[in-house]
């Protein structure tokens, strides 16, 4: 009950976006791997000031085909190992996989792999924890999970974009450090 648990989003928070510069718009290999500067270390403040750091990602590149489990589990694997080298820990990481017309209740902006989470780490009640994302669809995954969210502007969106959003997050904040540095500040 008592565990602390920040639950991030992976791309645009922890490597760079892949959209429009990546082949298929998807980190599909290594060689699209881009972690961003300080995002290990961000980490690794959360894993040593005691929370959890668990990642909830759509990827819908494997649903489209454009590539395979094993490609993701190669790219998930090298963002555990840069993290770890940082000194910092990532509890758990889930993926969506589905298409969008799959109608799954795991895709953002849905919450099912919020709940899925709760459900595997056996903690009682995630709501009030901090999402950490950068597009409305995270924003409104978190909501729809009962979370507080933190928009960052290192992926799709600006502080401009957020304004005009239906979903706005509890907080904007430039990077992931930043974002950190708000959620141990409050904890
Ligand atoms: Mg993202």
């Not at 989470?117 to 950068?134: C, F, K, T």
């Amino acid at each position: 009950m008592n565990d602390k648990y920040v639950f991030l989003d992976r791309d645009g928070v922890i490597n760079k976006d892949p959209g429009g510069w990546t082949e298929y718009s998807y980190v599909t290999s290594l060689d699209e791997l881009k972690i961003l500067p300080g995002s290990p270390e961000a980490i690794k403040k959360l894993t040593d000031a005691g929370f959890k750091v668990v990642i909830i990602s759509n990827q819908q590149g494997i649903g489209k085909g454009y590539f395979t489990e094993e490609d993701l589990n190669k790219v998930t694997s090298e963002i555990i190992r840069r993290v770890d080298a940082a000194g910092g820990h990532i509890e758990k990481v889930y993926y969506c996989v589905h298409l969008a017309d799959d109608n799954c209740n795991c895709r953002k902006p849905k919450p099912g792999l919020f709940y899925k989470a709760q459900e595997d780490l056996g903690v009682s009640d995630i709501s009030g924890r901090y999402y950490i994302g950068d597009t409305e669809r995270d924003i409104q995954a978190g909501q729809e999970a009962d979370l507080r969210t933190i928009l960052v502007l290192t992926g799709k969106n600006s502080r401009e974009d957020a304004e005009a959003w239906e979903h706005r997050p509890d907080h904007i904040c430039e990077d992931l450090l930043a974002a950190v540095d708000l959620v141990i500040d409050e904890s």
